[in-house]
Nanobody, 118 residues
Framework: QVQLVESGGGLVQPGGSLRLSCAAS????????VGWYRQAPGMQRELVAA???????IYSNSVLGRFTISRDNAKKQVTLQMNSLKPEDTAVYSC????????????WGQGTQVTVSS
């Protein structure tokens, strides 16, 4: 079975940092585009950052320069380093794995809460 399990969420003050990790199992991780989405209450779900098998990256404009996505294929893990956090970053963050050659293979983690507040 496919599993994506997030960790690292929590409460942090504005200007602080968090590191989110997602561990995958049951997929050939190295050939997937992997990334992070987020959804705040009353808002649409948005792509935060993604990284392809070729290590091409894309970021939401709202996080450019503050967040960094990386992957470790040996560990089947994708990480989102979040710095200079703002209250508007508060959301449920979900890990995603998408096989671009066959998009029926599209998997999600359960989500982890990130709250930025003083």
């Amino acid at each position: 079975q496919v599993q994506l399990v997030e960790s690292g969420g929590g409460l942090v003050q504005p200007g602080g940092s968090l590191r989110l990790s997602c561990a995958a199992s049951g997929i050939s991780f190295s050939i997937y585009r992997v990334g992070w989405y987020r959804q705040a209450p009353g808002m649409q779900r948005e792509l935060v950052a993604a990284i392809t098998r070729e290590l091409s990256t894309i970021y939401s404009n709202s996080v450019l320069g503050r967040f960094t996505i990386s992957r470790d294929n040996a560990k089947k893990q994708v990480t989102l380093q979040m710095n200079s956090l703002k209250p508007e970053d508060t959301a449920v963050y979900s890990c995603n794995a998408l096989l671009l050659s066959d998009t029926r293979n599209n998997f999600w983690g359960q989500g982890t809460q990130v709250t930025v507040s003083s």
